[in-house]
């Protein structure tokens, strides 16, 4: 998988994936579509990086929480 898309920063502290991949939007050019049922409600994400790419931001988020992620493209 690869983004064309550059580095970014974020800083989020006990937030729910929806609401990380709001904040991702935000610092970036990519759109996420999920269904509602992306029930993860536990607001136990928290984490701080500099200057790294949307992939390694989600490959860091998801392998903690043992969840994949599929990518479809237009």
Do not use: H, W
């Amino acid at each position: 998988m690869s983004f064309a898309q550059g580095e970014i920063s974020l800083s989020v502290e006990n937030v729910d994936l929806k609401t990380l991949l709001v904040e991702i939007e935000k610092k970036s050019d990519i759109r996420f579509t999920y269904l509602n049922q992306l029930s993860d409600t536990n607001k136990d994400i928290s984490l701080a990086v500099t200057n790294k790419t949307v992939e390694e931001i989600l490959n860091l988020v998801l392998s903690k929480k043992k969840r994949c992620l599929n990518l479809f493209y237009p």
